[in-house]
């Protein structure tokens, strides 16, 4: 069960150990400060990831499985007019969603600080890219980043990435020359995957499943910094789930983080500084537990805006079957991606990325396995795009094959399909947000969270112009298509941020530029909550640079 009582003497306590907390906490660490992290999942072990991969290749298991998400536990609800399915989105543990994702190190551009006074959409951020420029540098050394400077519409760099980029796959190719007919630049993906041995992990041996599990550790995830700053002293209390922050008789300051340990007991753990870096759900969740006769809308909520502007990526998804081999499934990322609509001239264009992926339609498991009861369609699954193919074949009334019957259908079925997936720059709205659901609780009679998230019709007509793109690209492709399938969905793929905003007017916003509470003098938030906005792009990379940016602030001005 491993000691789970509180460190005495703290400087500071973050709450959560996903890539932000662990990144502040190595940091600060390493610079000689007392740091305590209280992680509300558990910590998986190393070896046990051959298993977790066994799971996720099994038909009748889904993504909540691998990780160890518990309904009861991780209880939501969800409003709005899109059912949010946030347990698909989020894993609870030592590495937080670093341990499923893609692995994507995307830098935001310097027209996404800009919207406001570029486009008249939204807001400016309070800071730009050149005050992230530095730490962009910074995040992709710590987290390991492959890739090439070969995108010449992209936000500028400074230095070379730490490594190579992987090659090209071979539908890139088939791609690639459509895009070059239609005048639409292409380049290189960026990715938190080593090409070669870095930072003493082993380079990509191709197991194909990076999300949701990387068996090989080649994949960057926030474990090797709980494990950093644990070396350097730091510590790491896992299964202690944060039920609320306590402050003085005043409100300005907090004294103690309560959280409850799996044998029942409750615990407050002191510190000088305190960071919540607990994500885009429950860094405002957490806030609005805090309520008291000080802040009775919520700690630090003063502005009303915690919870507010919740934001995630739309995806426009154009599936379907050539009469020629794509080559698919074979590699578990992307390595061709565009920004040529990036960044519009007008602005009721909208932004969007197009992304050529390299796993499309059913694999050799799922045609074989899947001949009855398909574990879900493409409707239903938006994180596994192109397995309509699945359902297609489950579906017909044809007895189980097996055998030189079922290999004929393999080799015709399988490694034909493709998807290029585009993703479209929300818009932050006041009426999208977390709030807590009053009347439904989790295991300790607190309320869950709420997301309510609704569609808007900028992001409708961007989704709609990425589709004309996209099915202008596969009418120019060297092949024919057997079917093609357009697939809308506002469910996104996790990236939920904008719930606790940056700004520097505290009527507006709920933390200063420095990430530091307007309300609160000792508690900063970080994460991809203080997202002003969030782009048409990945966002771990820009949340690990505030990190290492609020870890400098609170080394050289704070502690």
Not at 229 to 238: L, N, Q
């Amino acid at each position: 069960m491993g000691d789970r009582t509180p460190s005495t003497g703290a400087d500071v306590c973050i709450v959560g150990a996903g890539p932000a907390g662990t990144l502040v906490a190595y940091r600060l660490a390493r610079a000689g400060h007392d740091v305590v992290i209280l992680e509300a999942g558990e910590r998986f072990e190393f070896g046990d990831r051959p298993a977790r991969m066994e799971v996720s290749l099994r038909p009748g298991h889904d993504q909540t499985e691998v990780w160890g998400v518990e309904e009861e536990r991780d209880a939501f609800t969800s409003g709005g007019d899109v059912p949010y399915p946030l347990n698909l989105r989020r894993a609870r543990g030592v590495g937080g969603s670093t341990l499923h994702w893609n692995g994507r190190v995307d830098r935001l551009s310097p027209k996404d600080f800009e919207m406001g006074s570029r486009y008249g959409l939204a807001a400016d951020w309070p800071i730009g890219y050149e005050d992230l420029r530095p730490y962009y540098a910074a995040a992709e050394r710590e987290l390991g980043a492959a890739g090439a400077d070969d995108n010449p519409l992209g936000p500028p760099r400074e230095e070379p990435y730490p490594m190579d980029a992987f090659p090209s796959s071979y539908s890139d190719a088939l791609f690639a020359e459509a895009c070059e007919e239609l005048g639409i630049e292409t380049h290189s993906i960026a990715g938190a995957r080593n090409s070669e041995p870095y930072d003493g992990r082993s380079p990509c041996v191709g197991y194909g499943t990076c999300s949701p599990v990387c068996p090989s550790g080649a994949k960057y995830s926030a474990d090797v910094h709980a494990r950093k700053a644990e070396a350097e002293g730091a510590r790491v209390i896992d299964r202690a789930v944060v039920r609320r922050l306590e402050h003085d008789d005043g409100g300005d300051r907090v004294t103690a983080a309560v959280y409850r340990t799996p044998d029942g007991g409750t615990h407050r753990q002191t510190a000088r500084q305190f960071v919540l870096a607990a994500g885009g759900v429950e860094n405002p969740r957490l806030l609005l537990l805090s309520r008291s006769e000080a802040h009775p809308d919520g700690l630090a909520n003063s502005s009303g805006a915690v919870g507010r502007y919740f934001m995630e990526h739309p995806l426009a998804i154009l599936t379907g079957e050539l009469e020629t081999p794509t080559g698919q499934n074979r590699i578990g990322f992307s390595t061709m991606e565009s920004y040529q609509f990036y960044e519009p001239d007008r602005p009721s264009d909208g932004s969007f990325r197009l992304s050529f992926l390299n796993r499309a339609g059913p694999g050799v498991v799922e045609l074989a396995l899947g001949q009855r009861d398909p574990l879900r369609s493409l409707r239903d699954a938006v994180t596994a795009p192109g397995v309509s193919g699945l359902a297609e074949v489950a579906d017909d009334a044809r007895p189980i094959q097996w055998g030189d019957d079922l290999l004929e259908t393999l080799r015709d079925r399988y490694g034909n399909h493709f998807t290029i997936m585009a993703e479209i720059e929300p818009l932050p709205d006041p009426a999208n947000r977390v709030t807590l659901d009053e009347e439904r609780t989790d295991e300790f009679g607190d309320p869950v969270p709420e997301v309510s998230w609704s569609r808007g019709d900028h992001g409708e007509r961007t989704i709609e112009r990425a589709f004309e793109v996209m099915e202008r690209i596969v009418d120019r492709l060297d092949a024919e298509p057997r079917w093609t399938e357009r697939v809308r969905t506002w469910h996104g793929v996790g990236h939920l941020s904008g719930t606790t905003r940056m700004g520097t007017d505290p009527g507006e916003s709920v933390v200063d530029p420095d990430l530091r509470t307007h309300d609160v003098e000792n508690l900063h938030v970080v994460g991809s909550s203080p997202f002003v906005t969030v782009g048409a792009t990945a966002p771990t990379l820009t949340i690990a640079a505030l990190a290492l940016r609020l870890a400098d602030h609170l080394d050289g001005e704070v502690l």
